[in-house]
């Protein structure tokens, strides 16, 4: 072919292999996500040719420390080596493995079978010192003196080879050795892989969205009262943090809180506004000369939101903002950064659109601007801004229509500063576009979990999602409305739907919100039929909700985070097991703590017209369960105990009573006595 | 945390994404294999952030030439993009995936729908005309001129608009532009990933095996006859040429052909030689002064060699030689290079051990030597030197007791002088080492088939090696039986145990082969109870074998090849697929061209004792076969012809008759009175 021969290698003599590095995201090229306390386990194939025996180790560092951590793996068969590294800081990580053929460990085994098959091993005790002695070179200080006396005890002739035999197994000499291999046969793959460590939130938490204009509580909508209630105001929210608390939420997310533009406004029901008191959508970011760093005027003051979240952090209640990287046409980006924006021939500058549909009250960034250097730093200020007044966790509207290297870089950059902090996508779109964020780096992902609804809908999706790969670097939030997503399923299920949903999000997800007012009135009127949007959205104006109506599923609510709350299984989504039904409409699934020592199964009936009933069959190992004892089931929602036995239990769940239980399973049963079931 | 914040990407406003590029074996660490003549599918995931298109195209090139061919991808959905490429050239190839966010597509798309839905779109024109005068500045001549005329139509005000935005359309100057991206624009993954394009050989080959110093047609095994055969020479072999053209097989393999080492020689079934007369085992290489370029005497001179190759070159059988790197105690190498070799502390050479077993007669190469640079370049020039022979494909012996950069560097050095080189690797240890010798370059390797019996073994094993991502680098080569393996299935299976193993190799594998004298007389004696040994092994002892023999396979064999040759759906293993069956002794299983053209369903009972029957449960759709309609199975071995319609079939095979079907599916059916069946 006349293309020259290829060269020799750098290292030809180093005869280890290292493959399939886990977790690994697209072969090293995102960071995998894990949380501090947790214990990364590493995995890896190594392996050499012929029959030597290879060593190899998890090299791992905080990214800005020095010095590598080296931490033994063991085989698990079929040449697979594991090592679990403790993740202590937060922040990013680096970790890979390392190996070698190791000499002295092939020599140790193979002395040993040679001597039991009577073999004369003089020759091979003196080949196990020379090995040594060669590790002792390496050495300095005692080691060195330590590793060259084993040696010299091998080959003296006046000891028994028997023992001198037995000598050559000294596990601590051989752990000594082993800390010094020969560095020409060590090889380490590059470059590392980069693990990033979030905080406990970040994997488990529980969201409360509200409209902080719509706080003046109130005894319905405005097309029930005909009255339009007062703008709320940081001041009200604070007023309904109490009530938040009591729900059990420990992050309160508002849209967005920055002045709202003028031009193009929108009215009710995303009708062009008509009256001057229209507040429009707060997602048309920018007005009276103020932008993203600004806050309305009629919600209050900075002081204000600082109050609010100093007055939230009293009740273990985090604020979440909005990060919206959108303009009203009165931004002042827009007069001064007009390269940031795509001007049209006519002259006018490009508003959103989704053809045919038009979206003239917003102006989207143009990210293929040659200024994109400057909007990529002023929009990273923007997030830094709010981080410096205290708020660490971001809900980040529609990331997907913003360029993925924005993410991984704005992520990155305040992480470095501020790496509690925690980053929501609200992407709904494709699945590859999610997945692209999450890797990007979002902490948190919305997922399609409002759309969701059958057993083999959601046992597909959460496999796929609770699981490597997808698990390494995609962490769901489950949803089961939002201000733009009232699913057919609420719509028209009744309060069934909605204490249906509100449990599978809330136990599926170990995070996981409600677009709380709403959600709780069991709000469920779409603006015409075939949409998902509210009627009378909040989004487009004032809304006032009477939180004291006796239909509120305010009581559930607050049970439901209790019962997350004492549940460390309900607390992460890596241990979700599915379980047989014969009844398609019952799903139902468990989740346990690493130790089996809390175990908690949801049974759900996805019908909120009909009473169904089935069979269950249990994966008991996954439970710890054993097949002949019985353990008892202790329904958390309900109050009620079963005595179950075996795999195979009978479920009823009649929507009218309750379309779910909460089973917290206890394996230690004394006898069937201990049990109020016997009572 | 102390560190640095991360630095602007350099591409921030290349807004593409490509990930997940198929094939790519080890994140393209390792190359991937293809056939001349065959098509390579690259696929990949392709998208932006937002709602714009984007386009994408693989890159291809042989690699030794300059310029890159661009082939247009598909969308495929889910963000996934497809394109084939056409391999015409033997050797490397690279490719890769290129992809932008285009402008003109997204233009296009959205002015169709606005002007659909009656908007007015004279803004949109001209955004399109700025376009595609920003692309004709892209370019010189006849398309510049010709796109900046599509420009100016576009906002040539006199021509009506629907019939400009008709002209936006223009499918033709879409393409023209497509041709000419913005580059800033476009990214394109790097390094790209290398195919290797191999000879059809190296996906479809039958391979015969004999050891050419046993030639000498006789009348039994020595214990049998008493008498100890002459030594065979290639010009015994060139006089069996015939019979194994008549078997219908195109690979003849020849254990080493080289001096034997005296020290340490090993005597008929292993034991330690008490006989001058003993031959020893070729793989015992080096003697008298000479090594792995020598031909021993006793086999002639490599005039004689080169004699055998021509006349098997006439018959359509290419010879394959056996690589086996280790060394007699008398090769030549020991004396001159004893830095290649472990010395150990008594002054001796270490010989091949696996505790406590010892190998004496063979001493292994130490590649671990500091010398191994120059131990390579021997290796590679010892396979150079058969190659500039003639010879061109090789059996490796044990090449996983090599390192597996060696292998990756000397065959990737041997092929880029001489790309139709093919390697079988002879390794049958553990998967993982497997299949990084195929990655490390092995065009074909040994597989588990000799010991995989029930239909669930082959079932699985069989899905595993057949489908990406195994099969984008490994191909298999199956043998029932080689001088090391004579399974226990063959031990004691009888006549119908080597016709299911023969036909399970020869319809499961495009490529297989069988250690031909001792398959085709069924030899099954073991050396001793629960050995694979062969009693009075050959590799140990001249054999003279009587292949005339009344009950000889050779006639059955020799129809399993002809099947095998004018039927292409056996000479790939692409399209293997798993047919069920409700009784789990019998196996079905089809493989069709592409087009479907050629189907062949082959089922065979894996019970060598009992009569089997039950009802096979066909998987139409892959068979390119209607439920409805009747299809002809026609039996290639036993010449019967079945009308069978729609999935379920009833099959019955008695060992005594006929262990296998392997049936010629054929869908054009005209009446059902074509068929003899009906006679």
Chains 1, 2 share one sequence.
Request: hydrophobic share 40%; with cysteine.
């Amino acid at each position: 072919m006349g293309s020259a021969l290829p060269g020799l290698p750098a290292d030809g003599a180093r005869r280890v292999v290292i493959e399939s590095i886990t977790p690994c995201v697209d072969g090293g090229r995102f960071a995998a996500k894990r949380i501090v306390g947790e214990r990364l386990v590493v995995e890896a194939d190594v392996f050499a040719d012929g029959h030597d025996a290879v060593s190899c180790a998890v090299l791992h560092r905080a990214e800005h420390e020095r010095e590598w951590q080296r931490l033994r793996m063991v085989p698990l068969g079929n040449d697979r080596w594991q090592a679990a590294v403790e993740i202590v800081d937060l922040g990013r990580h680096l970790y890979t493995v390392c190996g070698w053929v190791d000499p002295l460990e092939t020599w140790r085994g193979d002395l040993a079978k040679k001597h039991d098959a009577g073999q004369d091993v003089s020759v091979d005790l003196a080949r196990g010192a020379q090995l040594i002695h060669a590790c002792a070179a390496r050495v300095r200080g005692a080691a060195e003196r330590e590793l060259n006396a084993w040696a010299d005890e091998l080959v003296a002739g006046s000891t028994p080879v028997a023992e001198r035999v037995a000598r050559a197994q000294d596990a601590t000499l051989h752990a000594l050795a082993w800390r010094h291999p020969d560095p020409e046969l060590v090889l380490t793959r590059e470059p590392p892989l980069v693990l990033v460590a979030d905080r406990e939130r970040a994997r488990f938490s529980s969201w409360y969205e509200l409209f902080p204009r719509s706080t003046v509580q109130g005894a319905g909508a405005p097309a029930v009262t005909g009255r339009t209630p007062r703008h709320g105001t940081f001041r009200d929210c604070e007023a309904r943090l109490p009530h938040i608390a009591a729900l059990g939420f420990d992050v309160l997310y508002l849209p967005p809180i920055h002045p709202i533009g003028k031009t193009e406004r929108k009215g009710p029901n995303n009708a062009p506004s008509t009256s001057p008191r229209d507040p429009g959508s707060p997602w048309a970011i920018g007005g009276d000369g103020a932008g993203h760093t600004a806050i309305h005027p009629e919600l209050g003051t900075i002081d204000d939101l600082r109050r609010l979240i100093a007055r939230a952090g009293e009740l273990g209640i985090e604020l979440a903002l909005d990060i919206a990287f959108q303009c009203s046409p009165d931004h002042p980006y827009v007069r001064e950064h007009p390269e940031w924006f795509l001007e049209r021939p006519d002259g006018t500058i490009q508003y959103a659109e989704n053809p045919p549909k038009k979206y003239q009250d917003i102006y989207p960034f143009h990210f293929e601007t040659s200024a994109w250097r400057e909007l990529w730093e002023e929009l990273a200020r923007v997030v830094e801004f709010w981080a410096h007044e205290g708020v660490k966790i971001f809900r980040v509207d529609n990331p997907h229509t913003k360029p993925f290297g924005l993410w991984e870089w704005l992520i990155e950059r305040v992480k470095r500063c501020t790496p509690e902090a925690i980053f929501l996508a609200e992407a709904f779109t494709r699945p590859k576009v999610m997945y692209r964020l999450a890797k990007a780096g979002f902490t948190q992902s919305y997922t399609y979990f409002a759309w969701r609804n059958t057993r083999d809908e959601i046992v597909r999706y959460f496999t796929e999602i609770t699981r490597p790969p997808v698990s390494d670097f995609f962490r769901a939030n489950l949803w089961p409305n939002t201000p733009d997503i009232l699913t057919e399923y609420l719509q028209y299920g009744g309060r069934a739907a909605f204490i249906a949903r509100l449990v599978l999000a809330a136990t599926l997800g170990a995070s996981f919100g409600i677009y709380g007012p709403a959600f709780e009135l069991m709000e469920h009127t779409a603006r015409e039929p075939g949409s998902e949007e509210y009627l009378d959205s909040e989004k487009y104006q004032i809304r006032s909700w009477d939180l004291e109506r006796p239909e509120s599923l305010a009581e559930l609510v607050a049970l439901v985070n209790r019962i997350r709350r004492e549940h460390p299984a309900l607390q992460s989504d890596a241990r979700l097991v599915f379980h047989g039904s014969d009844n398609d409409t019952l799903v139902a699934y468990s989740k346990t703590t690493p130790d089996l020592s809390d175990a908690i199964l949801t049974i759900v009936n996805l019908d909120p017209h009909h009473s169904q009933s089935g069979w269950i069959d249990l994966d008991l190992r996954s439970l710890g369960l054993d097949s002949d004892r019985p353990f008892q089931a202790h329904d958390l929602l309900s109050g009620a105990r079963f005595l179950w036995r075996g795999a195979r239990n009978f479920i009823l769940l009649d929507p009218a009573q309750g379309a779910a239980h909460v089973l917290h399973l206890k394996r230690r049963v004394r006898s069937e006595r201990d049990f109020d079931y016997f009572g």
